[in-house]
């Protein structure tokens, strides 16, 4: 889209006014309204689906209570399918798990951690964030799920690149004056050179060259072009009252410094379509969001602690198998299936749906991911160093320090004190829990020093791979042919839905919109059999 | 500073460990800390400060209850001083103003109107976002007052530069992933063809292509290091599940376009120190604040519908006259004064302070701004546009609109329709509401069509130059000597207060720390008598 179509749209704008003007644009697609139904259509199952054609709803069995499982059965409620959803674990969400005061955290190896957070205090242990365009926002306001803003990022937080030589933390706000004053800088000294006549006319150069004056804050011709710093750097003493003009941060280090320091290379995380601010949370939890779509399935429908053993897909329907909550082995019969736990746990599950199901289901390479909590008993970053929310980005093996998005200005608060995938999460994992926070409290430090450790209430942390029924954090396929799409294909009467089998892996939004797409695909067997 | 000092700090980080090394940097100011202890150094006065001295506490009259006049009132008051505040309008804040529904916006003319917002919206009409380096914060923690994200920014609302040609608004995403990436095309190529070679070394050379590329997302530079859009722009179809993997918004406009939009002259104001992202707000209105300092100062210490008519210095004190709310002229003595009102209307005000201070308060420009509130039925910008808060940016008369930052997802909600001032400002207080409230819709339409005329529930304008014993938003000094540093300085027994009298004007946060430095002369004064 080009941001001026001015020969056809001018026209219709000065004879139509601003109303006719933008009813073109509609048609064109440039509107904003029609740039911004993005989403997958979808339309729930109705009950007059069923009383218009002469068909009855059928029974459906779900597979797992986390996003996936949960959406399936209030998708196909809405239109009267009878759903049982059995679960292993003894709480709703699967992955999005809100971690309070008293709650256990059990690891695969049976050792068990008892969260001693304070009244008010939580930990989103998996899912934490939402963006604006995922479909995960449509499921709040339907379900009365209230949101506010997740800081993803905060011109307050740091960024410390320790294998950079980086020596003290430096505030993103100075490494952004930095490093977007040096590269106009040097962009309007090549410009104005003729170094690019290639790529600009004069009027292309005149206006890069006043775009990056303002973008730069940097001289002007006659000074060179230089970044010298300024305001947006921060303060070493802020504005105040009286003969108190405040006093600008420096000295600015050297462009070489500051390529080397590496901040730049943070900055790109915050332009993502999935990351770029601003993002949200539900208020007091993310677990509002399973916890609200199962009040709406219905507590009765929802089977915990109901590990399933053995999926057997029959002539006229499908046959579950499961240990219910005081182990003994049930059986549970039902027109379709769907089946969301995730792949690599499904893969471990007997069933008959064949070689080339099993041979998909053991496709996907499964990402480690930890995160720990550490509540304090003072909010030492808003109080002693301006920080409300955001996240300390790092090269540290902690990754990354997020500072809490709800309670500001209130006496405790968790810090997220790392979230890291892969090789680091790994290590932590492999250490028991009070080595993982004594290890995440030394990196810690290099941040925020002593009161880093000398403040500590309580922690806790999360493993995903080592999570009974879950273990691990998402998935990644070698490939989105063969078994992606097998799996997005019924296997008799079972289908599949997940994260896993989207183009979202790792969001709810990609489990919302795999659960809407079963559904709908089910639904539509379901009316023309 | 710079980010790296290796000589010593990696010294003594190897020898003595994080906490060591941490020590050495706050030593040497380097440390976050350190860095973060920006504000002016402020103690209040307290009741031992007179039983240790033997002196007994003053009484003090305060002229006006806006943020300044309320804030030296609490102050003193946690000492014991005896506090009167006389306040011409109904209500505390000043131009703290939160509007609800039900609400009267007099004008000078007289004309007036009664807002028909809905239960639980409102409107700022004044002040709206704090800084997280702002004063107010602390205040906001010590008074109890609940604070939420403030959405200065949004990588979902719009850019739109009407008078460049641009005939559709742009996302910021989106004009950010463009001038981003065609920047770093540019400053890749430049640098590679030896453009730069004065001002980089070889290293530097390869560190900045490396940072551009992520910077950008661009080619590599076998590619031309070529900008060709990407998911950073947005997605005309979402990523979904099963077989949609989404689709990038596209085409891109072409480098010339891009430039000729002017886009990019927007960013920079989200660099700025008092504006960069994170800002807050008090939940349920910026009014939380003004009425929490007024509990805590005692209701019955401040008069409401006081206007202050003459101000009479003594010899021994001073003498405030004000028409009280019944029309009634009152006198009221005191040993000290604090005058806080505007310093326009102050120079309105009959007083014996002589010809400099008269001619100090006639310095200062007032200036004029405006806001429009517009409630809609619906909320059609999250709905329809996945806009949740945040600010779109315009050339039109409009400014600035705002989304709400406040309510997500629930049904009705509050745009600012425009926030503007000067020659904007002026020319939409010349027209009454009915007719401003139709501009505003005509140009805001141009964003986002028809919806925006035809799903308006009701409105309310504040002129801030037609508001009575206000008359302005803020004000400007020619010049911070002469005027500026006679008012910082007693006049008599008068002293005065308010944003105008500090480096943060039209921020509460130079409202406050003007307050803190007239409550410290004040007791300073007091103590050494």
Same mark, same amino acid.
């Given at each position: 889209?080009?941001?001026?179509?001015?020969?056809?749209?001018?026209?219709?704008?000065?004879?139509?006014?601003?109303?006719?003007?933008?009813?073109?644009?509609?048609?064109?697609?440039?509107?904003?309204?029609?740039?911004?139904?993005?989403?997958?259509?979808?339309?729930?199952?109705?009950?007059?689906?069923?009383?218009?054609?002469?068909?009855? =709803?059928? $029974?459906?069995?779900?597979?797992?209570?986390?996003?996936?499982?949960?959406?399936?059965?209030?998708?196909?409620?809405?239109?009267?399918?009878?759903?049982?959803?059995?679960?292993?674990? &003894?709480?709703?969400?699967?992955?999005?798990?809100?971690?309070?005061?008293?709650?256990?955290?059990?690891?695969?190896?049976?050792?068990?951690?008892?969260?001693?957070?304070?009244?008010?205090?939580?930990?989103?242990?998996?899912?934490?964030?939402?963006?604006?365009?995922?479909?995960?926002?449509?499921?709040?306001?339907?379900?009365?799920?209230?949101?506010?803003?997740?800081?993803?990022?905060?011109?307050?937080?740091?960024?410390?690149? +320790?294998?950079?030589?980086?020596?003290?933390?430096?505030?993103?706000?100075?490494?952004?004056?930095?490093?977007?004053?040096?590269?106009?800088?040097?962009?309007?000294?090549?410009?104005?050179?003729?170094?690019? &006549?290639?790529?600009?006319?004069?009027?292309? $150069?005149?206006?890069?060259?006043? !775009?990056?004056?303002?973008?730069?804050?940097?001289?002007?011709?006659?000074?060179?072009?230089?970044?010298?710093?300024?305001?947006?750097?921060?303060?070493?003493?802020?504005?105040?009252?009286? +003969?108190?003009?405040?006093?600008?941060?420096?000295?600015?280090?050297?462009?070489?410094?500051?390529?080397?320091?590496?901040?730049?290379?943070? !900055?790109? !995380?915050?332009?993502?379509?999935?990351?770029?601010?601003?993002? !949200?949370?539900?208020?007091?939890?993310? &677990?509002?969001?399973?916890?609200?779509?199962?009040?709406?399935?219905?507590?009765?429908?929802?089977?915990?602690?109901?590990?399933?053993?053995?999926?057997? &897909?029959?002539?006229?329907?499908?046959?579950? +198998?499961?240990?219910?909550?005081?182990?003994?082995?049930?059986?549970?019969?039902?027109?379709?299936?769907?089946?969301?736990?995730?792949?690599?746990?499904?893969?471990?599950?007997?069933?008959?749906?064949?070689?080339?199901?099993?041979?998909?289901?053991?496709?996907?390479?499964?990402?480690?991911?930890?995160?720990?909590?550490?509540?304090?008993?003072?909010?030492?970053?808003?109080?002693?160093?301006?920080?409300?929310?955001?996240?300390?980005?790092?090269?540290?093996?902690?990754?990354?320090?997020?500072?809490?998005?709800?309670?500001?200005?209130?006496?405790?608060?968790?810090?997220?004190?790392?979230?890291?995938?892969?090789?680091?999460?790994?290590?932590?994992?492999?250490?028991?829990?009070?080595?993982?926070?004594?290890?995440?409290?030394?990196?810690?430090?290099?941040?925020?020093? =002593?009161?880093?450790?000398?403040?500590?209430?309580?922690?806790?942390?999360?493993?995903?791979?080592?999570?009974?029924?879950?273990?691990?954090?998402?998935?990644?396929?070698?490939?989105?042919?063969?078994?992606?799409?097998?799996?997005?294909?019924?296997?008799?009467?079972?289908?599949?839905?997940?994260?896993?089998?989207?183009?979202?892996?790792?969001?709810?939004?990609?489990?919302?919109?795999?659960?809407?797409?079963?559904?709908?695909?089910?639904?539509?067997?379901?009316?023309?059999?």
């Amino acid at each position: 889209m080009s941001y001026s179509r001015r020969g056809f749209l001018t026209a219709v704008g000065t004879t139509g006014g601003a109303g006719a003007l933008f009813a073109t644009m509609g048609a064109l697609g440039l509107a904003p309204t029609a740039e911004a139904m993005t989403r997958t259509a979808f339309t729930p199952p109705q009950p007059s689906d069923f009383t218009l054609t002469g068909r009855g =709803a059928k $029974k459906v069995v779900v597979l797992g209570a986390g996003v996936a499982g949960l959406a399936t059965a209030y998708e196909l409620g809405k239109a009267g399918y009878d759903c049982t959803v059995l679960e292993a674990l &003894d709480r709703v969400g699967g992955r999005n798990w809100t971690i309070r005061g008293g709650d256990r955290i059990t690891e695969l190896d049976g050792s068990t951690q008892i969260s001693r957070f304070s009244e008010g205090v939580y930990m989103n242990a998996g899912p934490a964030r939402l963006a604006q365009w995922m479909v995960t926002m449509d499921y709040c306001r339907e379900l009365g799920v209230p949101l506010e803003v997740f800081t993803n990022s905060n011109a307050q937080s740091y960024i410390f690149n +320790e294998a950079a030589g980086m020596t003290a933390p430096v505030r993103w706000r100075t490494a952004k004056s930095d490093v977007y004053g040096y590269i106009s800088e040097l962009l309007s000294t090549a410009t104005d050179s003729g170094a690019l &006549d290639a790529k600009l006319t004069a009027q292309d $150069k005149e206006r890069l060259i006043s !775009f990056l004056r303002g973008f730069g804050a940097i001289g002007t011709k006659a000074n060179g072009f230089a970044y010298t710093g300024g305001e947006r750097r921060g303060h070493s003493v802020d504005p105040g009252a009286g +003969e108190q003009p405040g006093t600008v941060l420096g000295p600015v280090p050297s462009l070489s410094d500051v390529l080397a320091s590496g901040v730049g290379q943070r !900055f790109s !995380f915050e332009f993502g379509y999935d990351q770029a601010m601003l993002m !949200f949370q539900p208020v007091g939890g993310m &677990d509002s969001i399973p916890k609200a779509i199962a009040a709406a399935v219905g507590k009765e429908k929802i089977l915990l602690r109901s590990k399933v053993t053995k999926i057997t &897909d029959l002539a006229d329907g499908v046959e579950v +198998e499961y240990q219910d909550k005081n182990g003994r082995t049930r059986k549970i019969k039902a027109d379709f299936c769907v089946a969301t736990m995730p792949p690599h746990i499904l893969a471990k599950t007997p069933h008959n749906l064949g070689p080339d199901v099993q041979a998909a289901l053991s496709m996907p390479t499964v990402t480690s991911s930890g995160k720990i909590g550490l509540e304090y008993r003072r909010r030492w970053w808003e109080i002693d160093e301006n920080i409300y929310g955001g996240v300390t980005n790092t090269d540290l093996d902690l990754s990354v320090m997020w500072y809490p998005s709800y309670g500001y200005g209130t006496r405790r608060g968790l810090v997220i004190g790392y979230y890291h995938n892969g090789a680091n999460a790994d290590s932590y994992a492999a250490l028991p829990h009070p080595q993982r926070e004594k290890r995440a409290i030394e990196q810690g430090m290099k941040i925020h020093g =002593a009161k880093y450790r000398d403040e500590l209430a309580s922690s806790v942390s999360v493993a995903w791979k080592l999570q009974p029924h879950i273990e691990g954090a998402w998935v990644g396929w070698p490939s989105r042919t063969g078994g992606y799409q097998l799996l997005n294909k019924p296997a008799g009467h079972v289908h599949f839905a997940g994260d896993w089998l989207s183009y979202m892996i790792a969001w709810q939004a990609g489990a919302l919109e795999s659960a809407r797409k079963t559904v709908t695909d089910l639904h539509k067997r379901v009316l023309t059999h």
